[in-house]
């Protein structure tokens, strides 16, 4: 089947930027989410992007999209400890049956 | 803001015994829910999409009969598993798409519900 992979840890200085990668193989993904997951909480979405953008931006998160590649990236400027948490990559072609990535741990270190 | 919750939050049972899960809206409805299992350290796997008032659609590979949905009004979905083996320990988690008034293109997702069988 169609697969998402991100990798499975990332740890950062607080105030720096944290990138998160993901790749995907489904060429007809029409739509790329970001979601975090705090402990004890559920899946927050983040950010999406349409396949036919290259890049989104908000407030401290951007969101780069190589559509050749099929990769994807979440960039958090000046991370917080509160950004600690697992960040998730997901693709969809219809906004309903979506494929997640193993998630990336985010860890942020004063 | 759209919540979704799910109880229980967590369940141990005994081998042979049937479990159910809630997934809820809670302040918006939403025709359309999502089961989905997560395994320690992988993805989320979208077992079945549960739609209000209908059958729901099973994704390949997963038992309909063993993982029974309901989703018999617009604010409540459940999964039973049922006849439950340690091999259905996992992350249980549910989401939710507004409907209606509430219309979105977005899952709202629970915490989750951590099933372990003894």
């Known amino acids: 089947g169609e697969d998402v992979e991100q990798s499975l840890f990332l740890s950062v200085r607080e105030g720096d930027s944290s990138v998160i990668n993901c790749t995907y193989t489904?060429?007809?993904?029409?739509?790329l989410y970001w979601y975090k997951q705090e402990p004890g909480a559920g899946l927050q979405l983040l950010t999406y992007i349409f396949s036919n953008m290259d890049m989104k931006q908000d407030q401290r998160l951007t969101v780069l999209l190589n559509k050749k590649d099929k990769h994807l990236s979440l960039r958090i400027a000046d991370t917080q400890t509160g950004d600690s948490a697992i960040y998730f990559c997901a693709e969809s072609h219809n906004n309903n049956d979506m494929r997640f990535g193993a998630g990336t741990r985010l860890t942020v270190k004063p | 803001g759209a919540v979704v919750s799910q109880h229980p939050s967590w369940v141990i049972c005994k081998s042979g015994t049937s479990v159910k899960i809630e997934c809820r809206s809670l302040d918006f409805q939403a025709t359309t829910m999502f089961w989905y299992r997560q395994f320690p350290k992988q993805s989320l796997m979208l077992m079945a999409t549960s739609n209000e008032g209908s059958k729901a659609t099973y994704e390949q590979g997963v038992e309909k009969d063993k993982f029974l949905i309901n989703h018999a009004s617009l604010t409540l979905s459940t999964l039973t598993v049922t006849s439950a083996h340690p091999e259905d320990s996992s992350f249980y988690i549910c989401?939710?798409?507004?409907?209606?008034?509430?219309?979105?293109?977005?899952?709202?997702f629970g915490p989750g519900t951590r099933l372990t069988v003894l």
């Open positions: 489904d060429s007809s993904s029409t739509y």
């Open positions: 989401s939710a798409k507004p409907s209606g008034r509430w219309g979105s293109n977005e899952q709202f």
